[in-house]
C-alpha cells in the first residue's frame, strides 16, 4: 500500500511504522487514522517481522496528537466519524500481538503519548518532551491515557499529569519509569533498532505469546495468570521453531526461526 501520512520499512526482521507529517510535528490526522491500523495488520501479518518500531519522522516531534488545524473546519458530526477512525488507530497499537517499541524524539504529546504508551515500552532522547494537555482544551485524553498512564506511572502521579496537563521532559519520564531508556537525541532510532533486533533473534512465537502473557497476566488474579502462562508456553512447545533452538543450541549455531 502507497500511504499518505506513514512511512512503513522493514529490515533485519524488524518493522517500523513512522508517522510522516513532520512539517506538522506528525500530527494525527485523518488520513493516519486510517492507515495506521492498516500499515499494523500488514506487519503482523508479515511472517518476516518478528518486531517492529514505531515512531515519527523528523527530530522536532514524535506525534503531537490530533491535527487541530484539521478539526477546526469539521463539523460535530464529521468530528464524532474522525473520533471512531481515533479510536480504531489507538486500539491497533494496543492490540498489536508482537513487540512494539516506541522511539521517541522531541515533543510527544497528547495522542502522541498515548500511542507511546500504547507500546510495549517506549525508548526517548534527551530532549523528548512528553504532556497530556487535553484537561486545557477543556476534553480528556481519548486514546487510552487515562487507563494507560496509571497503569506504568501510578494512579496519584497520572492524576496530576493529566490535571494539570503540564509538560515534562525525558529525565522525569524515566523517573516515572514512563520510559525504559533515555538516550542522546541524534541515537534514538540507532539504539531502538539494535534492541527491536535484539529482541527479533528470539522466537516470534515465543515473543507473541509472552507479550499475550504478560499483559492479560496482569489483569487476572494470579492462579489464573498462570494457567494463562501455561497455555501460552504450550503454544511455543509444540512449534517447529521451538525444535529448531534446540538443534541450534545443540549444533552451537544461531538459530533460523520462521514463525511456525
Known amino acids: 500500500m502507497d500511504y499518505q501520512d506513514l512511512k512503513v520499512t522493514r529490515r533485519d526482521h524488524v518493522g ?6 513532520p512539517e506538522a510535528l506528525n500530527a494525527l490526522g485523518t488520513a493516519m487514522a486510517r492507515e495506521l491500523p ?6 503482523a501479518a508479515d511472517e518476516d517481522v518478528f518486531a517492529a ?4 519522522e523528523g527530530d522536532r516531534a514524535f506525534c503531537v496528537g490530533a491535527d487541530l488545524k484539521e478539526r477546526k473546519t469539521m463539523t460535530k458530526a464529521e ?3 474522525q473520533r471512531e477512525l481515533f479510536v480504531r488507530a489507538f486500539t491497533a497499537v494496543v492490540e498489536f500481538e508482537k513487540p512494539l517499541v516506541a522511539a521517541v524524539n522531541g515533543f510527544c504529546l497528547g495522542g502522541g503519548l498515548e500511542f507511546a504508551l500504547a507500546c ?11 504532556g497530556l494537555p487535553e484537561v ?5 485524553p481519548g486514546g487510552g491515557g487515562t487507563q494507560l498512564l496509571p ?6 502521579a497520572a492524576k496530576e499529569l493529566i490535571f494539570t496537563g503540564r509538560r515534562f521532559g525525558a529525565a522525569e519520564a524515566l523517573h516515572l519509569r514512563l520510559v525504559n531508556q533515555v538516550v542522546a537525541a541524534g541515537e534514538v532510532m540507532e539504539k531502538t533498532f539494535a534492541l527491536a533486533r535484539q529482541m527479533a533473534a528470539g522466537g516470534p512465537i515465543a515473543l507473541k505469546q509472552a507479550k499475550k502473557a504478560i499483559n492479560l497476566g496482569v489483569e487476572v488474579e494470579l492462579r489464573t495468570a498462570l ?3 501455561a497455555e501460552c508456553y504450550n503454544a511455543c512447545l509444540y512449534s517447529e521453531d521451538r525444535d529448531e533452538g534446540l538443534r541450534a543450541f545443540n549444533e552451537k549455531r544461531p538459530p533460523v526461526y520462521r514463525g511456525r
Open 16 to 21: 517500523c511504522v513512522a508517522f510522516n507529517r
Open 38 to 43: 492498516v500499515a499494523l495488520r500488514d506487519l
Open 53 to 56: 518500531v514505531l515512531t515519527g
Open 79 to 81: 468530528t464524532a466519524r
Open 120 to 130: 510495549d515500552f517506549i525508548i526517548a532522547g534527551d530532549t523528548a518532551v512528553f
Open 136 to 140: 486545557g482544551l477543556a476534553i480528556i
Open 151 to 156: 497503569r506504568v506511572v501510578g494512579r496519584a
Open 227 to 229: 494457567s494463562l502462562e
